[in-house]
């Protein structure tokens, strides 16, 4: 099986032509402002609620562990409870996230369990170490602790603006035996005004612990402008090398498709031209045959030229869309193709362009080399507004990601558009090519 997400290495000696990468720009961390009134008591609201199911569910997550540990001497029944527990703490991170970006908008994407590349009982394995040490999981899970142990001390400050009232209010009712904390007594006014300096230190702790709350979660969600222009350094630099070796691989493919397919035909053209003007004088008819045969072998490198030109730029793409262009593509295709495309709405043209040359070399591989009988294309908008592809041949498998090869401009070509490629082609088949790009790129 491989598995492509990352740009091959250069071939030596070569030399890049300069591409002009995608323009990007630079996302700043949102100004959240804690202190609102409206998100102090939502934040309030929060940590009263957590204190009460927050213990709850932590005892309920060491006791998966703790059963999980202790039943490992059974060998499937402890490594279930554990893989249990490991999901268990995805939902609690999962919930989590959700929960601080519905409180303070922090614009989180939605925690998405993490999936090996790899296939079969190793990757069902290698599934679940990921998902057991996903960084982002525990870093909520973290959060989820933290806020619930904030959320018990809010509880116990309720309970003294609850006590601070009662005490407040207690000589209307002629309670005379007042005392703080049930020892010291409390005669004559200094009751109310014991009762009032509660109220006042309870909700101001309370408003304290909220504004806390706000500023710990925005501290362990969102990077800091630091990280984050540094990280899209990485990812402007990851682009920039994406488009360069996109147009290597592409100079490449044209120079080989003329310098094997079109010109020995041009050649051959000309020669058998040559060959007809020495005999039109001597012998007509064989110099009308010889003719013949270059008009046939000019209409056939007619046709290689267009479809190299189809190759570099298809029109139907940019006039009709991803469908029309899908369908176009299908109907050349060798061998036969089901499409299910379902597209809301027209994406970004770098978009549509990196998922068509994708699927168009996909279905060009799968007919040259893994002698499939058949194939399948899907294509989605996914609700992140990322364009989605998935090709799947029942050939032979066992593909590889070469430089300057097919797969290598697939990888290229996507990585150039922002997106992300995975390549799964284990021997005996099927390969399967996923590709996600961004609709606004």
């Not at 268990?88 to 590349?117: C, I, M, Q």
């Not at 770098?350 to 699927?359: L, M």
């Amino acid at each position: 099986m491989t598995t492509a997400s990352v740009l091959p290495p250069p071939p030596p000696g070569a030399s890049a032509p300069r591409v002009e990468a995608p323009a990007t720009t630079v996302a700043v961390p949102p100004k959240v402002r804690v202190t609102s009134f409206r998100r102090i008591a939502g934040a309030a609201a929060h940590l009263a609620a957590l204190g009460v199911v927050g213990p709850a569910v932590f005892t309920a997550l060491f006791s998966l562990f703790g059963s999980g540990f202790g039943l490992l001497p059974a060998l499937l029944i402890g490594v279930v409870v554990l893989v249990g527990f490991v999901y268990a703490l995805f939902a609690v991170a999962w919930f989590e996230r959700a929960r601080v970006d519905g409180l303070y908008g922090l614009g989180l994407t939605g925690l998405r369990p993490r999936r090996s590349p790899k296939t079969g009982f190793v990757g069902v394995l290698h599934t679940i170490w990921l998902q057991a040490i996903d960084p982002l999981q525990w870093r909520a899970v973290a959060s989820f602790a933290i806020s619930t142990v904030l959320g018990l001390l809010t509880i116990t400050a309720i309970s003294i603006v609850s006590w601070g009232i009662g005490v407040a209010i207690s000589p209307i009712f002629g309670w005379s035996d007042t005392r703080l904390f049930g020892i010291l007594p409390l005669p004559g006014i200094a009751a109310p005004l014991t009762g009032v300096a509660a109220i006042v230190v309870a909700l101001g702790a309370i408003v304290g612990l909220a504004v806390l709350h706000g500023v710990i979660v925005r501290a362990m969600f969102v990077p800091s402008r630091e990280a984050q222009l540094l990280e899209q350094a990485r990812t402007s630099d990851t682009r920039r090398a994406g488009a360069v070796r996109a147009a290597e691989v592409e100079r490449t493919r044209i120079e080989r498709d003329l310098h094997d397919g079109v010109q020995p035909r041009l050649v051959s053209i000309g020669m058998t031209l040559g060959l007809a003007q020495t005999k039109i004088d001597d012998d007509p008819e064989a110099a009308k045959a010889l003719v013949a045969e270059a008009h046939a072998s000019t209409k056939s490198a007619i046709t290689e030229l267009r479809q190299l030109a189809r190759g570099i730029h298809a029109s139907v793409l940019e006039d009709r869309g991803l469908d029309a262009a899908l369908s176009a593509l299908a109907s050349r295709s060798h061998i036969p193709v089901t499409l299910d495309v379902r597209l809301p709405r027209r994406c970004g043209r770098a978009a549509e362009e990196a998922v068509y040359f994708a699927i168009a070399e996909t279905l060009t591989n799968a007919a040259k080399h893994s002698r499939a009988a058949a194939c399948r294309v899907d294509v989605r908008v996914r609700d992140d507004g990322s364009l989605w592809a998935r090709v799947e041949d029942d050939g032979l498998g066992g593909a590889r990601v070469v430089p300057g090869g097919g797969l290598d401009g697939i990888v290229n070509r996507v990585t150039a558009a922002g997106g992300t490629a995975r390549i799964d082609s284990p021997q005996g088949g099927p390969t399967t090519v996923e590709v996600n790009v961004p609709c606004a790129s």
